[in-house]
């Protein structure tokens, strides 16, 4: 498996619900990153999360790292439409010098 | 308006053509990255640069090749020597490497790269 394996694949809620979105890695990190890409569209960086933190929050974004267990979560609340997007974490991983992109949470929001 | 500009939008490359697409930025950004997306995955590391004048390989750099001759631009070049090189194509920049790992990247609105 992959660094930053995101879970689950794809997820469909209604509109006022909240999502959560799960993120795994394998290596020591300095940073981990979440992305959201609306279809055909570029990236849009949302939130970094170092190691040494373990919440922040970002509006209707709630972010976790625990790095104990190499895991990070994305929580929106009160989701809308407009949040039907493709979600990804992005791991800076210590000495490879580059980000590794999971393969992303297909997220819809049902009206 | 700041940002990071891909053209074209759609390209099409017949089989043995080499084909470059554009990125530029005027963010002021040091470091400049290439990526490559197929449907339904993750984005993949092709070439990035630190600095002008510097680059280096990714994960998936055989095929294709870069130049940064410019702080504001970083072609991007599709050889036929890319066996598969249909793919969503994402440009991508960050003001550096940032002194504890990496900073927020921004993206442009990518490339989609057809070969008919």
């Known amino acids: 498996s992959q660094q930053g394996e995101e879970d689950p694949q794809a997820l469909s809620i209604q509109e006022g619900e909240n999502a959560t979105m799960n993120c795994s890695y394998k290596?020591?990190?300095?940073?981990l990153q979440w992305y959201r890409q609306n279809s055909g569209r570029g990236l849009v960086h949302l939130i970094l999360?170092?190691?040494?933190?373990r919440e922040k929050h970002s509006g209707r974004l709630r972010v976790t790292l625990d790095t104990s267990k190499k895991s990070s979560s994305l929580l929106i609340t009160a989701s809308r439409a407009a949040d039907t997007a493709s979600y990804f974490c992005a791991t800076d991983v210590q000495g490879a010098q580059k980000l590794v992109f999971g393969q992303g949470t297909r997220l819809t929001i049902n009206p | 308006d700041g940002g990071i500009t891909q053209s074209p939008k759609y390209l099409f490359r017949k089989e043995g053509q080499n084909v470059t697409l554009s990125c530029e930025q005027n963010l002021n950004h040091d470091a400049m990255y290439w990526y490559r997306q197929d449907p339904g995955q993750g984005l993949r590391l092709i070439y990035y640069s630190q600095i002008v004048n510097d680059f280096q390989k990714g994960d998936i750099a055989e095929g294709y090749s870069v130049s940064r001759e410019k702080k504001e631009s970083f072609p991007l070049t599709v050889t036929s020597a890319q066996k598969n090189p249909t793919a969503f194509y994402l440009c991508?920049?960050?003001?550096?490497?940032?002194?504890?790992?990496?900073?927020?990247?921004?993206f442009g609105p990518g490339t989609r790269l057809t070969v008919l």
């Open positions: 991508a920049s960050s003001i550096d490497l940032g002194l504890a790992g990496y900073n927020e990247q921004f």
């Open positions: 290596t020591s990190i300095n940073n």
């Open positions: 999360i170092r190691s040494n933190e």
